[in-house]
C-alpha cells in the first residue's frame, strides 16, 4: 500500500521523468491576485503564465499545489463531514504545459500514469469529454482503448472551462473511477451523478482558445494543458478505500483527535471527527501562510473554519481545547513535505488554543440559546434570522456554524432574515457614528467597508478571475 507521501512523489516523478520541472506549491494566499481569495487549483500561480504576461525558463511543469475551497465560488465547507470526497484543503497534482504539448499527450500521460505507475483496473475507468470535443474522444478510444460508452458527452460548463468572462478557456476532460455498485450514485451526466460511487479522480483541461470579447472567441496560437488531481482521492482508490477519510493520513489524524478526546470515530462521532481532521489541516495551512482568524476577508473565513470545529470538539464532550493538541500529528504526517508547517507550529499551536480558549466561552451559552428556541422544532423547520444574528453577533457563532448545528435536525436558517438583521445593525451603527461631528469621513468609511466587505479582499462579488479547473 503507498502512504501519501509516496503517492505524491510518485506523480512528481513520473512527471519529471518526462520533461516537466518540478515546482513548488504556490501560496494559499495567492500573491498580487486580490481578486482571488485562496488558492484553489494548481494553475494560479501560473495565470500569467498562461495569459502570455509571464515567461518561465521552462515549458513543462509539475506540481502538487495546497488548495483551500473554503470561500467564493469554489466553497466545498458544507460538504466536509458528509461527502467522501470533499476537503477544505486538500493537495492538488498537476502537470502543465504552456503552448507546448497539447490533448494527445495529455491523455496519453495521464492514462499511462493511472494504469501502468498507479496499476489501475482500466475496466473501472470513465471519461467524460464537452459533447463537442471529438478531438478528445478520439484520443481516449485510440490510447486509452475506452468503449464509446465510457467516454461520455458533458453538454454543461462542467466540462468547458474559463479563466474568466476573457481570457484563455477550453474544453476539459474528467477522469472518473467506479467505486462498485454497492455504494449509491449514478456516472457523470446521468441524475444521479452527486452520489460518491463514480468519483471525479482527475481533471484535464485543454486550453484551446482566448475569449476576446464575450462575443468573441479565438483559436490560442499555442493551446496550452492544466491538470488538476486530488492527492487524496487517487490515495483512497489506491489504498482501496471509498472514503478520503480512510486513507493514511487521515486514519493518523483521527486516530490522534479520538486519543485526545477518549471517543471513538463511530456511529454519530464519526462525521465531527472527520469535521475536526479536515478543518485541523485547513486552519494549520492557513495560518502557516499568514491568516490569521479575524471578523473580515480571509481571516474570517479561518475563524469559520476554526469555530466549526470547535463546535465539533465539544460534540464530542472536550472539556479543554482540542485542536491545538492535534498540531503535532500534523506536523508528523505532513511536516517534511510542507516544512512551513514545521515552522510555524508553535504560532499554529498558539492561535487555534487562543481562539478556542475564548470561543469556548460563548460556545455553550449559545448552543444552549439555539436549542431553547429550537425546542419543539422539527424536520423541515426554520429557525428565525434574528436568533440567528443574535447568535452572530453576541456569541460569536459564524451562520454557518449555526446551519451545520441544525444540519441533523433538517431544521433550515432563515438567511434573508440574518443578512436583514445585520444590515440594520451596520445602519443603526452608521446613524449612531454620524452624531459624532465627522460624519463625512465615516459615511465615506462605511461605503468603502461595505463596498469591498474587507480590507485586504475585494469581495465574492470581484471574484471573476478565479483559477479553477
Ligand atoms: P467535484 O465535482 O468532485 O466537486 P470539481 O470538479 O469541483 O470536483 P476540479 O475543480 O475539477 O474539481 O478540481 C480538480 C480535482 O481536484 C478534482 O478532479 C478532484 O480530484 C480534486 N478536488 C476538487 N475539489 C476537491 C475537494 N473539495 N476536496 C478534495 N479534492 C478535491
Ligand atoms: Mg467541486
Ligand atoms: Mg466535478
Ligand atoms: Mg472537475
New binding site residues.
Partial sequence: MSGVNDIRSTFLDFFKKNGHEIVASGPLVPRNDPTLMFT???MVQFKNVFTGLETRPYKRAVTAQK?V?AGGK?N?LD??GY?A????????L?NFSFGDYFKDVAIELAWTLITREFGLDPKRLLVTVYHTDDEAAGHWRKIAGLPEDRIIRIPTS?NF?AMGDTGPCGP?S??FYDHGEDIPGGPPGSPDE?GDRF?????L?FMQFEQVTPEERVDLPRPSID????????AAVLQGVHD?YEIDLFKALIHASEEATGVKAEGPHRASHKVIADHLRAASFLIADGVLPSNEGRGYVLRRIMRRAMRHAQLLGAQEPLMWRLVPALVREMGQAYPELSRGEALISETLKLEETRFRKTLARGLQLLSEATAGMGAGDRLDGETAFRLYDTYGFPLDLTQDALRQRDIAVDVEGFNAAMERQKAEARASWAGSGEAATEAVWFAVKDKTGATDFLGYETEVAEG??
Fill in positions: 484553489n487549483a494548481g488548495c475551497r469554489h466545498d460538504n466536509v461527502t470526497r470533499h476537503h477544505t484543503f486538500f493537495e492538488m498537476g462542467d472551462w476539459c474528467e477522469i452527486d468519483i471525479e479522480i482527475w481533471n483541461v491538470t488538476g488531481m486530488g492527492l487524496e482521492r487517487i478520503n479553477v479547473i
